[in-house]
């Protein structure tokens, strides 16, 4: 089964693209921040990332290059 993350802070947004994606048999994990991003990217490997750019804390793109940063250099916490 494919597993996909969302990531959205909108709950009532996160939850619809969720339920959608699970009734098509996917595997989904929902988070709602890109702090969230971060600490689940390093411990789990997704076929698909559904990435809201606009998040509270950090952005999408900013938590998207530290985990390439933590992933690929191995620089521990950013």
Known sequence: MEKILVVEDDHKTNEAIAEYLESLNYSVTSVYNGDEVC????????????????????????????????????????
């Open 39 to 78: 600490k689940i990217l390093v411990d789990e490997n997704y076929d698909l990332v559904i990435l809201d750019i606009m998040l509270p804390r950090i952005t999408g793109q900013e938590s998207l290059l530290r985990n390439f940063l933590l992933t690929t250099y191995n620089t521990g916490n950013l």
